[in-house]
């Protein structure tokens, strides 16, 4: 009956370090998961400053005019190749 006491506590020992492992897991994980939110959260702020001033503005839409230009092109060079 001894050996039935002891099966029944290291049963109860491996549940327990069972539960602390995954407490443990938890933890890092919403560590983890608050730190690439404040991330996240400090990259969109600082996007959303360079957005709103006007020399950035300019330079995205001069961009974005070059690659329609290319892109336009590219496709009336495609219809000559065919």
Known sequence: MAHGKEGGFAAALGILTGCL????????????????????????????????????????????????LGSAANLALADHRA
């Open 21 to 68: 492992a995954r407490g443990v897991a938890t933890a890092v994980d919403l560590v983890e998961l608050a730190l690439w939110y404040w991330v996240v959260s400090y990259a969109a702020s600082s996007l959303g400053e360079r957005i709103r001033r006007p020399s950035f503005r300019r330079r995205l839409e001069q961009f974005s005019g070059v690659a329609f």
